[in-house]
């Protein structure tokens, strides 16, 4: 491949998509719960998907995407992976997916820029704006496609907690967990890790508080034990 990110088990090709590989993926691959069905929406690159099949042994996943590059691209890193007899990657959008439903996870690294950013592509534009996927539209179809027991797991900014707090509230799912992510020690918390599920936690509401880098810029020891399994 002529770009691409190599982890332990698998190489990630990102030339043929919009979104490249990011700490964002990374994050919600290492963090989301899984189970026996888990679908994947906007996979991109197939990078969470590949994340969730390494972890989740066994595990049947199905990766969607509405732009047809992404669907390529992650055919292709699917198909070089040791996990391609698991994973299935469809070009729709989630709006108009039907998969069966029952699914025990559901994850997403969703756009979530109001209106139109100015990108340099139309397939950048579309994997950014929101506009291609509301909240309330990833909650009510995650909502539809789930098994009675299943969980929304996604990575979103700071920012829009709120927004995505309400809109799960209005499709009936529960908060769950959630871990409040800063870049370094003292910056503000820039990224939220979120999970929602038809049913509220037995244990309870968990919050944590995490950082990726130590001030000289090393991996914290949460980060590094997280992606332990991936990074090289």
């Given at each position: 491949?002529s770009?691409g990110?190599s982890f332990k088990?698998?190489?990630?090709?990102?030339e043929?998509?919009?979104?490249?590989?990011?700490?964002?993926?990374?994050?919600?691959?290492?963090?989301?719960?899984?189970?026996?069905?888990?679908?994947d929406v906007?996979t991109?690159?197939?990078?969470?998907?590949l994340m969730?099949?390494?972890?989740?042994?066994?595990?049947e996943?199905?990766?969607i995407?509405?732009?047809?590059g992404?669907?390529?691209?992650a055919?292709v890193?699917?198909?070089a992976?040791?996990?391609?007899?698991?994973i299935?990657?469809?070009e729709a959008s989630?709006?108009a997916?039907?998969g069966?439903g029952?699914?025990d996870?559901v994850?997403?690294?969703?756009?979530?820029?109001a209106g139109t950013?100015?990108?340099?592509?139309?397939a950048?534009?579309?994997?950014?704006?929101a506009?291609?996927l509301?909240?309330?539209?990833?909650?009510?179809?995650?909502?539809?496609?789930?098994?009675?027991?299943g969980?929304l797991?996604?990575?979103?900014?700071?920012a829009?907690?709120?927004?995505?707090d309400?809109e799960?509230?209005l499709a009936g799912l529960?908060?769950?967990?959630?871990?409040?992510v800063?870049?370094?020690?003292?910056?503000?918390?820039?990224r939220?890790?979120?999970?929602?599920?038809?049913?509220p936690s037995?244990?309870?509401?968990?919050?944590?508080e995490?950082?990726l880098?130590n001030a000289?810029?090393?991996?914290?020891a949460?980060?590094?034990?997280?992606?332990?399994e991936f990074?090289l």
């Open positions: 491949m770009e990110f088990r698998f190489t990630v090709g990102h043929g998509c919009a979104m490249k590989v990011g700490t964002d993926g990374v994050l919600l691959g290492a963090w989301a719960a899984g189970g026996r069905r888990i679908l906007g991109g690159s197939g990078l969470v998907a969730m099949a390494q972890r989740f042994a066994g595990a996943v199905t990766a995407d509405v732009e047809q992404a669907c390529l691209q055919q890193n699917v198909a992976s040791p996990f391609a007899d698991r299935r990657v469809v989630l709006q997916f039907h069966g029952g699914y996870a994850v997403c690294n969703p756009p979530f820029y950013p100015a990108c340099k592509t139309a950048r534009t579309m994997a950014r704006s506009e291609t509301p909240a309330a539209d990833l909650f009510g179809h995650a909502a539809r496609l789930m098994a009675g027991g969980v797991s996604v990575v979103v900014p700071a829009v907690r709120g927004a995505f309400a799960a509230a529960f908060p769950r967990r959630a871990c409040m800063r870049t370094v020690p003292g910056k503000p918390v820039s939220c890790l979120l999970e929602y599920g038809r049913r037995p244990a309870g509401f968990e919050e944590t995490e950082c880098n000289d810029m090393t991996r914290t949460w980060y590094a034990r997280l992606t332990g990074y």
